[in-house]
């Protein structure tokens, strides 16, 4: 029976059986979404330093006196993305 309310839901949905034929098969299925979940947060981590470092060395190559000011400072190679 539907629940009361003002969106009718059913009580129940199908089973889902996919990969759960073996052992390995149901690890691989407990192991997908985290998996993912791990792999766009690491992807996520080097992509943000990357582009940081991109965007500082082109802002730094188009104003010398920020460039010049870093160098006081004990930067002196911000330039590249090496330094």
Same mark, same amino acid.
């Given at each position: 029976?539907?629940?009361?309310?003002?969106?009718?839901?059913?009580?129940? @949905?199908?089973? &889902?059986?996919?990969?759960?034929?073996?052992?390995?098969?149901?690890?691989? &299925? @407990?192991?997908? @979404?985290?998996?993912?979940?791990?792999?766009?947060?690491?992807?996520?981590?080097?992509?943000?330093?990357?582009?940081?470092?991109?965007?500082?060395?082109?802002?730094?190559?188009?104003?010398?006196?920020?460039?010049?000011?870093?160098?006081?400072?004990?930067?002196?190679?911000?330039?590249?993305?090496?330094?």
């Amino acid at each position: 029976m539907p629940s009361a309310g003002i969106l009718a839901t059913a009580d129940s @949905r199908p089973a &889902r059986t996919a990969w759960l034929g073996s052992v390995p098969a149901f690890a691989v &299925r @407990r192991t997908m @979404r985290p998996l993912a979940a791990w792999s766009a947060g690491i992807g996520a981590y080097f992509l943000l330093p990357g582009l940081i470092a991109q965007s500082m060395t082109e802002f730094l190559t188009g104003n010398p006196q920020f460039a010049a000011m870093a160098a006081q400072a004990g930067f002196p190679a911000l330039a590249a993305v090496e330094g």
